[in-house]
């Protein structure tokens, strides 16, 4: 897959795109990032990229000039591909969205800076406009890298485990189970005794409440679009009956904490 990035701070990308999984995608071929500087299309003596905003008030506005011959220049005019431009008011980066990008070849991404990008960049030269979550950054560079990594490891290959996507938090609908790994017992704290049974079919069980519980507790919004069973749904109303009943008694308890990783969750 190949992303054009286009931005007016491409060393920003390099370091983190050379390590660990990323940059060996890249080796491998799975993964194509080109960095595109919007100021090397600046036309004047001074390399200009940006101007006051019409109409007055503060800060810079990104010029519409440099960003259009920039992408039409490398993609094409129009653009044969996606572009997509890394914004606050753009619509909400998702595991769903990242599963949607990565079925595309080939995507471009704009990052902005200062208050942002010309509103006719935004009209006729963006087909899909992006946040990363309700704050606002300096610049769309570490949003650019959020799609890229959360797209690259979704592509085939990319992952040693091809199946780790798939059993990751929101792609079947609930947060991940607990992990845990050696030693056995840290400072008196015990990995729980099923995952050490060996037994598959009780740790698939195991976490699978526990990814639940969790789901229950700390995301309960992703509860209306998760595949569950009949027995998942009445355990769930089972919990809702016990808070209910424990905010009845005590109105001042706390939220439901997961349960000790040595009981089961419905214990
Ligand atoms: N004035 C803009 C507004 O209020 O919507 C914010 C501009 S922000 C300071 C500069 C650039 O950072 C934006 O053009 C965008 O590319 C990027 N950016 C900041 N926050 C972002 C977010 N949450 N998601 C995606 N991009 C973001």
Redesign the pocket.
Known sequence: MRFDVFTLFPEVFEPYLDLSILARARQKGLLEVRLHNIRDWATDRHKTVDDEPYGGGG?MV?KPEPIFAAVEDVLGRPPQVPVI??????RP?TQAVAWELAQHPHLAL????????DERVRQHLVTDE???????????????LVVIDAVARLLPGVLGDPDAPRKDSFSHGLLEHPHYTRPAEYRGWRVPDVLLSGHHAEIARWRRRMALRRTWERRPDLLAHADLSDEERALLAQWEAEARAATAADPDAPRPEDPSPHQEPDA
């Not at 431009?85 to 753009?90: A, E, I, S, V």
């Not at 992006?130 to 650019?144: K, R």
């Open positions: 800060g990104m431009l890394l914004t606050p008011q753009g980066f704009i990052a902005g800076r200062y208050e942002g990008v992006i946040s990363i979550g309700d704050f606002v950054l300096t610049g769309g560079e570490l949003p650019a």
